[in-house]
């Protein structure tokens, strides 16, 4: 599907281009948010299709402001008003891209897996994601409420370490999958 928003750069319309697997150690993302709820920005949102914006480590082409574009063809304004968060990848171990995986203590059999992924939209290409999966299951919109929603009160803690979880890539402005498990013991 073309982009066909005419205020959005063409450098950004996805077209025909690939999906990149990896990234870069390096290579900035970034987040839009409005004022205080950039401290804790994860905290009001459903815990899937968690959009950044990434800069393929050249942020001259591809710079900060374009995560302010709307790309919703249904909405009457370009651009959002809001503050823009830069995160730095900083360790990617040999995955090349973050993945960090939660397991709880009390129930080791629920395996939480965030992982970064390049998932371009017409006209935004480089529009990313952090997927969530619980044993194996990536949270979509459909099953979010079946699966994390709040009257499921045996994944209330999960959704706050997996909001925690972000919250500390917010907090230190880095990606760093250099430890690639961590035990919850809350749960």
Known sequence: MDCILDYIPTRL????????????????LYYRCKGNGCRKPYDQISLF??????????????PKEDVLFN?????????????IIVLIIKDLENAKTYVKELISENEPDLKVNIKLLHAPVPCMYT???????????????????????????KFKNLRRDIRQELTSIIQTRRIDSSQDVEI???L
């Open 13 to 28: 319309h996805t077209k025909d281009r690939p999906v990149l697997e990896t990234f870069n150690i390096g290579e900035e």
């Open 49 to 62: 299709d968690i959009s950044h914006n990434r800069n393929f480590s050249k942020k001259e082409e591809y």
């Open 71 to 83: 790309i919703n063809e249904g909405d009457d304004f370009d651009k959002y008003d809001s503050n």
């Open 127 to 153: 529009h990313s994601v952090f997927e969530i999966s619980i044993n194996e299951t990536i949270i979509s919109e459909e099953n979010y409420k079946n699966i994390l929603g709040k009257k499921n009160i």
């Open 184 to 186: 919850l013991n809350e």
